[in-house]
């Protein structure tokens, strides 16, 4: 693992930002806000960002600011602050190119059995975060681990985000967590995404972020090594994933709660 991501650790990993850079302000907000907390309890922090959201359900939906400068935003951020950055990556020509700028690259949950783009995020030597398939069982995940190891890079985490419940809902298997961790690799709990609500009529997903103290609460009792959090100081506004993410004025008595849960789960 790369020196700054201590992980793991006594506490668990915290993945958090926006959905997607939608400017140098908002980002250097976010995460100026998220390091002052995650400091403050102890939380090791990267920061997540996507710079460019390829996966959108209407062909008007915001993708991004431009490739390079919402990369070069993460860049920035990360050498400032002194935190590791995560972005997806969506293809094997983007690996190299998204591997100059952040620490870690992320294998969206849609793409990873792609065995080319797992080879090229591979090849960078970076850390590799993927996504469990909303479409697949925890234990399917082995092979995505291996495409990754077998590549020479054992740098890898697993990250579950839900699984598909019919057409317009996600559910949570919690059994999915100590069964990833049986690769050898730490697992990171999804939070908001897992509270998506896809396929919606209006071309516009849904999420139910009221219930992310509740995943977040048992993930950390089931084992889960880190978390995942997309946060924002106005969801309502966020050009991307507003229904699902957390209000960043909310974060820090969540985690909070999460670090007490985790030394009583510690001490059993």
């Known amino acids: 693992m790369i020196p700054k991501l201590n992980f793991p650790g ?104 792609q065995t080319d783009l797992l080879i090229a995020a591979a090849e960078t030597g970076k850390v590799i975060n993927i996504k469990k398939g909303q479409f697949l069982s925890a234990e399917a995940m082995q092979f995505a681990v291996n495409k990754v190891k077998d590549s020479g890079n054992n740098n890898v985490m697993l990250t579950e985000r839900g699984t598909t419940f019919g057409y317009q809902d996600l559910v949570v298997d919690y059994r999915g967590i100590p069964v990833m961790k049986e690769n050898g690799c730490p697992v990171i709990m999804d939070i908001t995404h897992s509270l998506q609500q896809p396929n919606q009529s209006s071309g516009v997903t849904g999420g139910k972020p009221e219930l992310i103290e509740t995943i977040a609460r048992a993930a950390i009792a089931v084992g889960a090594d880190g978390i995942f959090i997309e946060t924002h100081p106005n969801p309502a506004v966020a050009k991307s994933d507003g229904a699902n993410m957390l209000r960043l004025d909310l974060l820090e008595g969540l985690l909070t709660k999460l670090v007490k849960l985790k030394q009583t789960v510690d001490s059993l």
Request: aromatic share 8%; glycine share 6%.
């Open 10 to 113: 006594e506490n668990f990993l915290l993945m958090a930002g926006p959905c997607v850079i939608e400017g140098n302000d908002m980002a250097f907000e976010i995460a100026e806000k998220i390091l002052e907390i995650t400091t403050k309890l102890h939380i090791p922090f990267v920061f997540k960002g996507s710079y460019r959201k390829a996966n959108r359900s209407r062909i008007d939906s915001f993708q991004g600011i431009g490739d390079e400068r919402a990369l070069s935003i993460l860049q920035a951020v990360g050498e400032k602050f002194n935190i590791p950055t995560v972005t997806d990556i969506h293809s094997a020509a983007e690996a190299a190119i998204a591997a100059q700028y952040v620490d870690v690259l992320q294998i969206p949950a849609f793409l990873c059995r």
